[in-house]
């Protein structure tokens, strides 16, 4: 399939470890906020993470624990994680853009262009569920690709196998894989329709796939069970409480009017586009156009799956949803490469033509012996496709950079150095993370109870006046919450002290003396 594989590997390997160096530069040296902190605490605990649950990623961050050891604290190695996954995929690339083309150097045009996009190269500087979709996408679109062109030839049933495995991995990672089994399904058929025909390889495919997301998933009950992790979210380890993590009821109301607002939908896309791409972002359409009457089938699913990824993150309320775009933006690349690849075959045709009639032909007309101009044509271009991000790279690099951002581990240090060892803090989310990583990852906080909104909920815990009274003249109680208005409803009942440390964290002193 590949003519010299040892060069491809040498040209994949150098890329991603390049993109590899930039992530590590712009990355965040330590604990963060927010859903980064709660992934530094699962992964290392083999824990269970807020829904999807992301069994996967969560495997895959415990194993990433263990390895990576001699590279830092628990909180860099997950994020030195993303880094290794976004390098990843950036080598994957390559062999695709390789595959695609006939072009190594398109190839890897492709690949470093999908790793310094603002976007991919950002979720490469902290944990983020986000990086291992990534490469499972290029890794699930690589092995369908090889799959057709071993097809081609009579064979490449263990290409679809493959793929059944990856797609499993990914559904096990990210509920946004489901979005790509329309796509692939119809890839499926169109590259070989009587597959369904051949009962074998569907059952063994379906087994596949099916089993490998089962055995991930059944990560949440273990660990939420008999073999209990220090931080598991919700209670899957009943049937209900399972459902509700998988399948993501918790965010059922987060899509919004999805045929609503159109026009300013597409706007938004076209900037989008315009910012993560610059001025390539014009040429995508034209590459998909060209994809279409080069490689069909490709387009077909590529095609369909960015769309149908678009249109789901545009009408999905997230509070960072630029992460959901990173398949289209590498389904993107993919395409300026096959743009890249069709006009290196004109150009090679005006400056070399194929056939010569060597009856008729002048020695002008007749190619020099040795002399191919496809590549040294694919060559500029794969070079003209990294000037944009080249003549930008400065800009990203500082729009991406959390090499200094050391908040969250400050933060927490005071938080620490104010908390009595029996304390209860009744705290939020983005905050109750680095608490959850303090205390279970580095053994800090011994005896504090952590009373996250989430717990509250999963405990029945009340709300929080409730715990406040349960604990209040026991215990010393500490609030951290995100609404200023509710501090001053509980401060009409509370006496509270802000203390020294910023971020809203305030201690109850206890009840308001009644009037008279």
């Known amino acids: 399939m590949v003519r010299q594989p040892r060069l491809l590997a040498i040209a994949a390997g150098v890329a991603g470890l390049a993109v590899l160096a930039l992530c590590r530069a712009a990355m965040l040296p330590g604990v963060g906020y927010w859903d980064t902190a709660e992934l530094q605490t699962v992964g290392p605990v083999l824990g269970v993470a807020h829904p999807t649950g992301f069994p996967a990623w969560v495997v895959v961050g415990w194993l990433a624990s263990v390895v990576l050891q001699p590279f830092g604290d628990p909180a860099l190695r997950m994020n030195l994680l993303s880094g290794l996954l976004v390098a990843g995929a950036v080598s994957v690339t390559v062999v695709l853009g390789r595959i695609l083309t006939r072009s190594t150097s398109l190839g890897v045009a492709a690949g470093l262009g999908l790793g310094t996009t603002a976007l991919v190269w950002r979720i490469g500087t902290f944990a983020d569920v986000h990086a291992l979709h990534l490469l499972l996408l290029a890794g699930l679109l690589l092995a369908l690709v090889a799959w057709q062109r071993e097809r081609a030839r009579g064979g490449g049933d263990r290409w679809l196998v493959a793929a059944s495995a990856v797609f499993g991995l990914s559904l096990a990672n990210h509920s946004l894989t489901l979005l790509l089994a329309p796509p692939v399904g119809l890839y499926v058929l169109s590259v070989e329709r009587r597959l369904w025909q051949r009962g074998r390889l569907v059952a063994l495919c379906a087994g596949v796939l099916i089993g490998t997301a089962a055995i991930l998933y059944l990560e949440l009950p273990l660990r939420a069970g008999a073999f ?62 060209v994809t279409a009457v080069r490689e069909p089938r490709y387009a077909l699913l590529t095609g369909l799956a960015a769309a149908i990824t678009v249109f789901f993150a545009a009408s999905y309320v997230n509070a960072d949803i630029g992460r959901y775009y990173v398949g289209p933006i590498l389904i993107a690349w993919t395409w300026l490469a096959i743009l890249a690849a069709a006009v290196a075959d004109a150009v090679a045709g005006l400056v070399q033509p194929r056939a010569v009639d060597e009856s008729r032909a002048t020695a002008r007309d007749v190619p020099a012996p040795g002399l191919d101009a496809r590549p040294l044509a694919a060559l500029g271009l794969a070079a003209a496709l990294l000037v944009p991000t080249a003549a930008d790279l400065g800009s990203r690099a500082a729009a991406v950079d959390r090499s200094a951002d050391t908040s969250a581990g400050q933060w927490l240090d005071a938080t620490i150095d104010r908390l009595e060892p029996d304390a209860v803090v009744i705290s939020w989310w983005s905050y109750s993370t680095p608490l959850w990583y303090a205390q ?77």
């Open 228 to 289: 209990r992790a220090p931080l598991v979210y919700g209670t899957p380890e009943t049937w209900d409480g399972f459902r509700y993590i998988v399948l993501g009821e918790q965010f059922r109301g987060s899509i919004v009017d999805p045929f609503g607002e159109l026009s300013r939908k597409l706007r938004e896309l076209v900037d989008l586009a315009a910012a993560q791409l610059g001025p390539l972002a014009g040429l995508v359409p034209i590459g998909f156009l």
């Open 440 to 516: 279970h990852v580095e053994g800090r906080l011994p005896g504090v109870l952590i009373a996250d909104d989430r717990t509250r909920l999963d405990q029945q815990l009340g709300e929080v006046s409730d715990v406040i009274q349960r604990h209040l003249g026991r215990q010393p109680v500490y609030l951290i919450r995100s609404s200023a208005g509710e501090l001053r409803q509980l401060a009409r009942t509370y006496q509270l002290d802000p203390g020294p440390v910023p971020n809203e964290l305030v201690q109850v002193v206890g009840p308001l003396a009644a009037d008279g």
